[in-house]
């Protein structure tokens, strides 16, 4: 059930336009909504201080190599 349908709404409409941009980057459907929910992660984890992550930046180099891997494999 939702408390606030308006604010629900807005989210998943600023969800989906971040999620059609990333999209239009890599090119393919399952490598964009991959490399929003890593970054949803990594948001979740710098929040909430998930063991191992508190710190993005501490992984962002492999991270990002992971990004690479996955945008080089949709566009091969």
């Known amino acids: 059930m939702e408390k606030h349908p308006d604010a629900s709404a807005t989210i998943r409409d600023i969800q989906q336009r971040w999620l059609a941009l990333i999209r239009a980057e890599v090119g393919a459907d399952g490598v964009a909504a991959a490399i929003m929910l890593l970054g949803d992660g990594m948001y979740y984890n710098a929040v909430f ?3 191992g ?3 993005p930046a501490r992984n962002m ?3 990002l190599a992971v990004v690479r891997d996955l ?3 949709a566009r091969a």
Do not use: V
Request: without cysteine; aromatic residues 8%.
């Open 53 to 55: 992550f508190a710190s």
């Open 71 to 73: 945008i080089a494999t």
């Open 49 to 51: 201080g998930g063991e």
């Open 61 to 63: 180099d492999a991270l």
